[in-house]
């Protein structure tokens, strides 16, 4: 088999942080791919894992008082448990602290540095910590780190430098003589013009400043920096360099290098030069996908801005969340995540189309024939396109996947969902029901639906998790291990069993009402970490100066008037004086202050904050409080009286 491998990888996930709704995507997509390249009958093997070395790693240890190893066995824990309830389907998940991995990149090291590939040099350059990579004053953007607008700064140290710079032309030649070695083409453009012709500088691997790291080995002061080690995990995973290469000869090189466009360079130049310096081939293809945004920011933990996967999962299901990721986002571009836009997707495809679609057809098939399932023997020229419209969907979906168009194979999975919600309008089954002689036509329309139904589970068995294998058990049907033999209409033999989906698919939620509770959550979620991992990984804000808090505008008010909002037992929603102006400001402090106790309070309130929404309400501002390590929380007020509207500086 071959001939019929495929290799993918996600990035190794930072073990700096606690993982929100946007790391799932890379890991999403790719289950996805994989699930559907092995019902192709291809042999897959999917590679994630943790970065678990650097800086930011040990940094983010000691604020936790734990030691590093103990530091990333905890997000380890995190993550396994949320690639588990996801239903992520990995081969194999790496750590960098592996063993193994270590002593492959230190041999790696050696190897480079035999070879003449390495020198030991100085390093002087702008420094960004939280990213672990030095820039050239051109590449920053307004002065601040270009991939995370954090703060840079001179620093200068010892280091190993790998000849980037001598790679230059292979690498420009190699990817433009292979099209579809970087994707989509707007990323390969980007590094041929941004990057390679500009001329690429030798890089630095090495660090003396940093312990937590691999070690060299012919060189005990110096610690392998970021990218020999962090990049040669989708070989050492396979066991290059080791005792049993069998993976490596088997499965290298990788058939898709699945990552996020920030880290598209480091993928298609830094990796590809490691590997022409390692006289390894290429992967096939590095693709960098778009980011989740979330109110028009990338999803990201130093944000604030994310979202809990966890309590998606737990509240509206895997599924949904599968679904939403893989369906919503055009693959490749940015897509915006909002928890309207979720709820939306979710009541109008899984609830209404898919869920009613398949609670229809299986309850007027217990209605009407026991459970058993008719024989389709009555044909009209109505059922040709239903039937047509089904048998096509395998080109174009094997199309749309092989050009990594996830979001239009699902497009037209759920136009053949939508199309026998349709049929089942044009055929009208209870009027059918209602007259004996019409049985025939009866059972081929609702054979022809349960038909259409199977079909449609087995495609989404490669994107969804619980729904797919609940339909198919309808009809007393597995899961399929190949699309083969599965996806031509006709295979249902009439007389089989058919039943009711065990619990219903997916229950409809009321949009207003879920938006106000999910706010909630996401209040109580902020003020008590759910999860174990979410306590031991909170970070530590960053050090700001003296002008970026004198963007805070904070100013004395009194409080006129406060009220409970309806829907929500955290969310009072007050009437704030605040020199000549009122506000309404909600707060999520329901549990520690009764509106009555409200009234009349003098405050300390954040004036020029945008303006959200919460619980349905538009809230002008914030109240400051204080909050305990017990949870106790209260308000912060003037010491003496003062005049509402004064300034606080
Ligand atoms: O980059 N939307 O790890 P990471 C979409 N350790 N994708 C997102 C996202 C968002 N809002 N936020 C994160 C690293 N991701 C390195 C990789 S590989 C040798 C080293 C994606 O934990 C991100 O684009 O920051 C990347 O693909 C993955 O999550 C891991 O990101």
């Given at each position: 088999m071959k001939d019929k491998k495929y290799y993918v990888t996600t990035p190794i996930y930072y073990?700096?942080?606690?993982?929100?709704?946007?790391?799932?995507?890379?890991?999403?997509?790719?289950?996805a791919l994989c699930r559907f390249k092995r019902l192709e009958g291809y042999d897959v093997f999917y590679l994630t894992g943790t970065d678990e070395h650097g800086q930011k790693v040990a940094e983010r240890a000691m604020q936790?008082?734990?030691?590093?190893?103990?530091?990333?066995?905890?997000?380890?824990?995190?993550?396994?448990?949320?690639?588990?309830?996801?239903?992520?389907?990995?081969?194999?998940?790496?750590?960098?602290?592996?063993?193994?991995?270590?002593?492959?990149?230190?041999?790696?090291?050696?190897?480079?540095?035999?070879?003449?590939?390495?020198?030991?040099?100085?390093?002087?350059?702008?420094?960004?910590?939280?990213?672990?990579?030095?820039?050239?004053?051109?590449?920053?953007?307004?002065?601040?780190?270009?991939?995370?607008?954090?703060?840079?700064?001179?620093?200068?140290?010892?280091?190993?430098?790998?000849?980037?710079?001598?790679?230059?032309?292979?690498?420009?030649?190699?990817?433009?003589?292979?099209?579809?070695?970087?994707?989509?083409?707007?990323r390969a453009n980007e590094m041929i013009n941004n990057f390679l012709k500009p001329g690429l500088k030798d890089l630095c691997v090495s660090r003396t400043s940093l312990k937590w790291g691999v070690p060299v080995t012919f060189d005990?002061?110096?610690?392998?920096?970021?990218?020999?080690?962090?990049?040669?995990?989708?070989?050492?995973?396979?066991?290059?360099?080791?005792?049993?290469?069998?993976?490596f000869d088997r499965y290298w090189p990788a058939d898709i290098h699945m990552v996020g466009k920030e880290i598209v360079r480091f993928h298609s130049i830094i990796w590809p030069a490691i590997l022409m310096a390692l006289d390894l081939p290429l992967p096939k293809q590095v693709y960098g996908h778009g980011w989740l945004l979330f109110e028009g920011d990338k999803m990201?933990?130093?944000?604030?801005?994310?979202?809990?996967?966890?309590?998606?999962?737990?509240?509206?299901?895997?599924?949904?969340?599968?679904y939403f990721l893989l369906r919503d986002v055009p693959f490749g571009s940015d897509g915006v995540y909002t928890n309207r836009s979720y709820l939306t997707r979710y009541n109008s495809d899984l609830v209404n189309d898919l869920g009613n679609l398949v609670s229809r057809t299986t309850a007027m098939l217990i209605q009407n024939f026991d459970g058993i399932l008719p024989a389709n023997d009555t044909p009209a020229e109505l059922d040709n396109e239903l039937i047509q419209m089904t048998n096509d969907l395998y080109v174009s979906v094997v199309k749309d996947m092989n050009e990594l168009k996830v979001q239009n194979a699902l497009i037209s999975i759920f136009q053949v969902v939508q199309r026998a919600n349709k049929y089942i309008d044009e055929t009208k089954p209870w009027v059918l029901a209602k007259e004996s002689e019409n049985k025939g036509r009866l059972g081929t329309v609702l054979y022809n639906l349960a038909e259409t139904i199977r079909i449609v589970a087995v495609y989404l068995s490669a994107f969804l998790v619980e729904a797919p294998e609940q339909i198919l058990k309808c009809f007393g049907e597995g899961l399929p291990k190949l699309f083969e033999n599965e996806v031509v209409f006709g295979k249902l033999k009439p007389g089989i069993h058919v039943s009711r989906t065990e619990k219903q698919l997916f229950p409809r939620v009321n949009i207003e009402k879920e938006l106000i509770a999910m706010e909630d959550r996401l209040l109580s979620l902020q003020k008590e970490p759910k999860h174990e991992q979410l306590e031991t990984t909170t970070e530590v804000k960053e050090e700001i100066n003296i002008e970026t808090f004198a963007k805070v505008e904070l100013k004395t008010g009194k409080i006129l008037d406060c009220e409970k909002l309806q829907n929500s037992n955290k969310l009072l929603k007050s009437t704030v004086q605040i020199g000549n102006e009122t506000r309404t400001i909600v707060s999520g402090i329901a549990k520690y202050y009764s509106p009555e106790e409200m009234k009349g309070k003098d405050v300390v309130v954040v004036t020029n904050l945008k303006p959200a929404k919460l619980?349905?309400?538009?809230?002008?501002?914030?109240?400051?409080?204080?909050?305990?390590?017990?949870?106790?929380?209260?308000?912060?007020?003037?010491?003496?009286?003062?005049?509402?509207?004064?300034k606080i500086s």
């Open positions: 073990s700096s942080g606690s993982f929100h709704l946007g790391h799932c995507y890379t890991t999403v997509i790719c289950d936790a008082g734990k030691t590093p190893q103990e530091f990333v066995d905890v997000l380890y824990d995190q993550i396994t448990k949320l690639w588990d309830l996801l239903g992520i389907k990995y081969d194999k998940f790496i750590r960098t602290t592996d063993a193994y991995h270590v002593k492959a990149v230190q041999e790696i090291f050696k190897k480079l540095y035999a070879k003449g590939d390495l020198y030991k040099s100085e390093y002087e350059g702008l420094y960004c910590t939280p990213c672990e990579s030095f820039w050239t004053e051109a590449q920053l953007v307004n002065g601040k780190c270009p991939d995370c607008g954090r703060d840079v700064s001179m620093s200068k140290e010892e280091s190993y430098f790998f000849r980037l710079s001598n790679y230059q032309d292979r690498l420009i030649e190699h990817i433009k003589s292979n099209p579809d070695f970087l994707l989509p083409q707007s005990p002061n110096h610690v392998v920096y970021v990218w020999i080690d962090a990049l040669s995990n989708y070989i050492t995973a396979l066991g290059y360099l080791s005792d049993d290469t069998s993976l990201s933990k130093s944000k604030g801005n994310i979202t809990d996967p966890f309590d998606l999962c737990a509240h509206y299901g895997v599924d949904a969340l599968r619980g349905g309400v538009v809230s002008e501002g914030m109240l400051l409080c204080a909050e305990d390590t017990s949870g106790n929380v209260v308000l912060l007020s003037p010491e003496k009286a003062i005049d509402s509207g004064s």
